[in-house]
């Protein structure tokens, strides 16, 4: 059993993990998605979204874009963060599960709140 979340906005992946409208959480076993939730982003504060998402039992995030805090604190909890992804939350999913999904590294260094990113 793997619990995947998307950051989503619109059921895209947003372009920045903080600011996104929803989370698409997958739920999946061997390679296939067995549910689909979707939950209102609770507000930007920095640390606090990585922790919701382990609290919720969530294996692998994928975002577009994430400040280096954040992805510190999934790091922490052994959490699989994907980022640099673009399309839908869904079609992200399945190519994560195909092993076709692969990160970029792209951390947000260059970012109007430079703060979230812990510069």
């Known amino acids: ?3 995947i979340a998307v950051a989503s906005d619109n059921k895209s992946v947003s ?16 390679g296939k998605i067995l549910s ?5 982003n609770p507000g930007h504060k920095p640390g606090f979204l990585p922790n919701f998402l382990h609290d919720m039992g ?8 994430m400040g280096g805090g954040a992805v510190e604190i999934f790091n922490e909890h052994d959490i699989e963060v994907i980022v640099g992804a673009q399309g839908t939350a869904k079609d992200m999913t399945i190519a994560y599960l195909n092993g076709e999904l692969k990160s970029t590294g792209s ?5 109007q709140h430079a703060d979230e990113c812990g510069d």
């Open 15 to 30: 372009g920045h993990f903080g600011h996104c409208q929803t989370f698409e959480i997958f739920e999946t076993d061997k």
């Open 36 to 40: 689909e939730a979707s939950v209102g």
């Open 58 to 65: 969530v294996n692998v995030i994928i975002s577009g874009g």
């Open 1 to 3: 059993m793997l619990k």
């Open 107 to 111: 951390v947000c260094h260059e970012h």
